[in-house]
């Protein structure tokens, strides 16, 4: 069993910076493709960025692209997610998740993910 522990969520001004990270338990993090999520108050929930299982590929939503930078670190079982230029519209609960076959590539879908963390609040202020 893999547990995700995301931090790093807060008030924010508008173009503004947070750094987000999740941090995992278990030994197989490293094999794992990561990505982050997101969901604002009644809507479905955002796909943003994946990150291979080796660090060397990654996959960014349209909507972030250019703004937000997806890294890990293997040796610490943690991925991060860097947000700068925040609008208000980003405001959301944000997820980190897990996606153990690394065999398809790095994928979107909520149902392609197996493991969650709790997610983390982010709020950006107009």
């Known amino acids: 069993q893999v547990q995700l522990i995301e931090s790093g969520g807060g008030l924010v001004q508008a173009g503004g910076s947070l750094r987000l990270s999740c941090a995992t338990s278990?030994?197989?993090?490293?094999?794992?493709?990561m990505g982050w999520f997101r969901q604002a108050p009644g809507k479905e929930r955002e796909f943003l960025v994946a990150i291979s299982w080796s660090g060397t590929g990654t996959r960014y939503a349209t909507s972030v692209m250019g703004r937000f930078t997806i890294s890990r670190d293997n040796a610490k079982n943690t991925v991060y997610l860097q947000m700068n230029s925040l609008k208000p519209e980003d405001t959301a609960v944000y997820y980190c998740a897990a996606d153990r076959d690394t065999r398809r590539g790095l994928r979107v879908e909520m149902d392609d993910y197996d493991y969650w963390g709790q997610g983390t609040q982010v709020t950006v202020s107009s």
């Open positions: 278990g030994r197989t993090f490293s094999v794992y493709n």
